[in-house]
């Protein structure tokens, strides 16, 4: 197993077993310059949607960098998958990735120090991902890989399985509304694994998590034609799940599924959402542990 990582945006180039890829990826760096689709990317400083490009903490009223139409995405123009990093390789299998982002950046308050390192231990691949922050501040960071799993065929042969009976309803333009929507009943329902296909819709939805579930099992598992199988361990309250509908040029639409675990998106707009404000005594920390499993490499 091998893991390809770039300072620009944190990204993860390539993963392998063997010869055989398990994400999608550019062979040539330069290429994720002007990367729309944050392949393999660290997301933030907070990840997915927020309406209206705004939110307020305390008396004060944020504006942020709109990307999005007026809403902003993956943390606005400007956010983590879009600056440089420090980058160092600790030994053959871990390296660490810091990246300093000022007060102001995108409209957000506060200095952030981010931290992300990566171990490979076969069979997994581990992002451990935390904040420290000078002042309160929301942070929800997430990783952003395509899974192919050896694959070169539409995620819709997939099999998923979610920890997951419920989905954030959202807006027609991606924003959660606040209410929560059970899976059975509106054609989400991967607790049992089953082929993606055999949905109705393309997916793009944040998905919650069982807040009574086992940690010590996996939040999703996903099985390819390839024969490999994907289990996707998380301390998050849930995550994105994306079937790339909008994929395009040089890659197939649908040809990677993204696992995206992370805080509610638009959180600091909705109250009844679980809190992403981070502080000084309070620091963002994530785990994010990926097993791979079978296959015909």
């Avoid at 944050?38 to 942020?64: H, P």
Wanted: hydrophobic share 35%; charged share 15%.
């Amino acid at each position: 197993m091998k893991v390809s990582l770039l300072n620009y945006g944190a990204i993860t180039q390539g993963w392998w077993i063997n010869d055989t890829p398990l994400i999608l990826g550019y062979d040539k760096p330069q290429d994720y310059l002007t990367d729309p689709f944050y392949l393999g990317a660290i997301v933030g400083r907070v990840a997915n949607r927020m309406g209206g490009a705004q939110f307020k903490l305390g008396d004060v009223q944020y504006a942020l960098s709109a990307n999005e139409g007026s809403n902003t995405l993956h943390g606005g123009v400007a956010g983590l998958s879009r600056q440089h990093w420090s980058l160092e390789q600790i030994s053959s299998v871990e390296a660490v990735l810091n990246y300093t982002s000022p007060d102001g950046e995108n409209g957000f308050p506060g200095e952030v120090r981010f931290e992300v390192r990566v171990y490979l231990s076969f069979p997994r691949l581990t992002y451990s991902i935390s904040a420290q922050v000078d002042r309160p501040t929301p942070i929800s960071v997430a990783q952003h890989n395509y899974y192919s799993l050896g694959s070169d065929r539409n995620v819709s042969d997939n099999c998923l399985k979610l920890a997951s009976n419920g989905f954030l309803d959202i807006d027609n333009q991606g924003i959660p509304s606040g209410l929560v929507r059970g899976v059975r009943e509106n054609g989400l329902d991967f607790i049992s694994s089953k082929p993606i296909g055999d949905t109705a819709m393309d997916i793009d939805h944040y998905f919650v998590f069982a807040p009574n579930r086992d940690h010590q099992r996996p939040v999703a598992e996903v099985g390819a034609p390839s024969g490999f199988k994907l289990s996707v361990y998380s301390d998050q309250p849930g995550a994105q799940v994306y079937t790339a509908a909008h994929l395009s040029d040089p890659f197939q639409s649908g040809a990677g599924l993204c696992i995206e675990p992370s805080g509610y998106p638009n959180a600091p707009n909705i109250s009844s959402f679980p809190a992403i404000i981070c502080s000084p005594d309070n620091p963002y920390h994530q785990t994010l542990i990926l097993e791979i499993s079978g296959g015909h490499a």
